[in-house]
């Protein structure tokens, strides 16, 4: 089964108001847990490639453990996406490589040069059927080489909106309604813009809408990892009732890292703690797997509603 498109996935999600989950990957680990817990649910699936995991892994190695997903679950509908391309250079690379998918984020430049930035991997991604996501609207927070300061952070304006999408044609757009990046999202009570959402969902209908910063910084395994020697005070994210809730108002692809990385290393520290004789990684690699299968699935039954949808 080779890799699929978003164009149908965000179609079909759209239209049944909910919402594909876009995990990112870094190792196989990782890439099993997601790809098991998908093919369990009969959920479609993006797996997604941040420029810090190319930098970690390299390309060769995560495409290649993608395409042995591809083997081990030829029922499921797998996308593989680009997150955060900072340049033209690195979305052509990516589209040559056999990604479905790309991210360009000219988000930190002026509106005109985020266009013709956006319109350029555009031009060349159509002409080899890959689809685009651009984002409009700066999110604030810390992750992999994304670092932007709350001060600098700003909500995307609908009406920019719309002439962003009319005039690059790009296929999906990530916007900033109140989300950010990393573990560290609010200060105070969680919210989104949601009269902003259908704001932009109105005068841009049937177009799909990216939600970046999504993870929900689950409590869990937030108190996991500060029991085994962690020290992550006062991390929040987004809840689930609210990410639910944005689906319904055309968020079609939902960004998941920070849950990920917080299950994985809160069982890592659990089970080096607990087994401190243990230097055996798949003992230890292998809870972590099985941590991020219960994580991906609760995530699909019961925040992204995508279950059932193959």
Do not use: W
Not at 31 to 58: D, F, M, N
Not at 67 to 74: I, M, S
Not at 210 to 221: D, K, N, R, T, W
């Amino acid at each position: 089964m080779p890799l699929v498109s978003t164009k149908e996935m965000f179609k079909k999600a759209y239209e049944g108001k909910y919402a594909i989950g876009a995990f990112n990957v870094n190792n196989m680990e990782i890439i099993q847990g997601i790809v098991e817990a998908a093919k369990e649910a009969k959920a479609p699936l993006i797996l997604q490639v941040s420029s810090g995991a190319r930098s970690y892994a390299s390309s060769v190695y995560l495409t290649k453990l993608v395409e042995a997903a591809l083997l081990d679950a030829p029922e499921l509908d797998i996308a593989l996406h680009l997150d955060h391309g900072d340049s033209f250079e690195l979305c052509k690379q990516c589209i040559d490589d056999g990604f479905t998918s790309v991210m360009i984020d000219g988000s930190h430049l002026p509106f005109e040069d985020n266009i013709a930035l956006t319109k350029q991997v555009v031009e060349y991604a159509h002409s080899k059927g890959v689809t685009v996501e651009a984002e409009l609207g700066r999110l604030a927070g810390v992750e992999d080489d994304i670092n932007v300061s709350a001060e600098d952070a700003t909500y995307t304006d609908p009406e920019q909106a719309l002439e962003f999408v009319n005039r690059t044609g790009c296929d999906s757009l990530a916007i900033a309604i109140g989300t950010s990046h990393g573990a560290y999202k609010f200060k105070g009570e969680p919210k989104l813009d949601i009269p902003r959402l259908q704001r932009i969902q109105k005068l841009l209908p049937g177009f799909p809408i990216v939600l970046h910063g999504a993870s929900s910084v689950i409590p869990e395994y937030v108190d996991m990892n500060n029991e085994y020697g962690g020290d992550i005070p006062g991390a929040r994210g987004v809840t689930e009732e609210l990410i639910r809730e944005a689906s319904q108002y055309g968020v079609c692809k939902v960004n998941i890292d920070s849950d990920l990385r917080l299950a994985m290393t809160g069982v890592i520290r659990r089970e080096l703690s607990n087994n401190p004789g243990n230097f055996d990684p798949r003992k230890y690699l292998g809870a972590a797997r099985s941590a991020i299968k219960e994580l991906v699935t609760h995530k699909i039954y019961h925040v992204l509603g995508n279950n059932d949808k193959l």
